[in-house]
Nanobody, 123 residues
């Protein structure tokens, strides 16, 4: 069993930056770790994912490509989402999720989920 805890959410002005963290406990992080988000009144959507350990592949939603960066620190058992040039439409609850395999863009592939952290971007 993997327990995931997100942190780093908060309020930021448009154009600013924020870094979210997802730390795993209970066992070593799985190969695939993703970030999803859910805005009020909307479905949860894929944001970014990382696959692998020392050599990694990263995946991004078009809406965040070139603005967000996902990375992992295996020694700290933590995955980060560096958010830059944020926009009001990035406002959402951000969830970290983990899985051993499957398509990293697909929510249904993930076995473990965190409780979420709120990100609010003001204009």
């Amino acid at each position: 069993q993997v327990q995931l805890v997100e942190s780093g959410g908060g309020s930021v002005q448009a154009g600013g930056s924020l870094r979210l963290s997802c730390t795993a406990s209970g066992r070593t992080f799985t190969s695939v770790v993703g970030w999803f988000r859910q805005a009020p009144g909307k479905e949860r959507e894929f944001v970014a994912a990382v696959r692998g350990w020392s050599v990694v592949n990263t995946y991004y939603a078009d809406s965040v490509k070139d603005r967000f960066t996902i990375s992992r620190d295996n020694a700290e058992n933590t995955v980060y989402l560096q958010m830059s040039k944020v926009k009001p439409e990035d406002t959402a609850v951000y969830y970290c999720a983990a899985t051993s395999g499957g398509n990293p863009n697909h929510e249904v592939e993930y076995d473990y989920w965190g409780q979420g952290t709120q990100v609010t971007v003001s204009s």
